[in-house]
């Protein structure tokens, strides 16, 4: 059991990149952090280099896959028998590169629909099955956060807009509609939440180096720090927002 004061947080698909980075941030900050990761050996490698990196114990490995409800449903019944509560979640999960390659990206009129729903099952229906797995737990925090892994690419507004920032980028069938579904959902459950005291926000972290994007201009460290700033939110913070490093973004 840990001390009372150390706030606890869990971060899927933390074994790698925005994920691993978020999950080194809040062990940095003094939480304790629960690595959750589909594979064992992935979660309890990548807990170790926290170790080693941060001089920290207070990482634990969680093995959880969004997408199985039994797994997830056991990864709570654990966290509640080590921890009773969890104060902080972040949904950073994301489809394995090998199971995404071009045909996330293809238009929505070439759209592989397998593609498709194995997107919306980890971006979406992996997010409600681990944050309804989970909100027993947070409801027993003093100051629940949940911090939903979106894109810039989500927002409607840039999108559409002739002359924005996205102008250039080929339509998208399958990645950038689920996770503008996020977006949604992230509201949804803001609403829910709030006379609960429990802020939910959608974090863009940007353009980042990562396998999905290997040649993003900015480093996953860089990507993680606004979720981990979403994480940390005061009582007085906003809910119900998306927000990247520069500020609010634009549904």
Known sequence: MVHPSRRIALVTGANRGIGFEIAGQLADLGMTVLLAARGGPAGRHAVERLRLR??????????????????????????????????????????????????????????????????????????VTVTNAFLPLLRRSDGGRIVNLSSGLASLSAMSA????????????????AKTALNSLTVQYSRELREA?????????????????????????????????????????????????QGQVAW
């Open 54 to 127: 941060n001089g920290s114990r207070a990482v634990e490995p969680v093995t959880l896959d969004v997408t199985d409800p039994t797994t997830v449903r056991a990864a709570a019944a654990t966290v509640a028998d080590r921890h009773s509560r969890l104060d902080v979640l972040v949904n950073n999960a994301a489809m394995p590169e090998p199971a995404v390659p071009g045909r996330a990206y293809h238009p929505p009129s070439s759209c592989d629909l397998d593609t498709l729903r194995a997107l919306f099952e980890t971006n979406l229906f992996g997010v």
């Open 162 to 177: 002739e002359e924005g920032p996205f102008s250039s980028i080929p339509p998208n069938g399958a990645y950038i509609p």
């Open 197 to 245: 005291g429990i802020l939910v926000n959608a974090a863009d972290p940007g353009p980042c180096a990562t396998g999905l994007n290997p040649t993003g201009p900015r480093s996953a460290a860089r990507g993680a720090l606004v979720a981990v700033r979403l994480a940390t939110l005061g009582p007085d913070g906003p809910s119900g927002g998306f927000f990247s490093d």
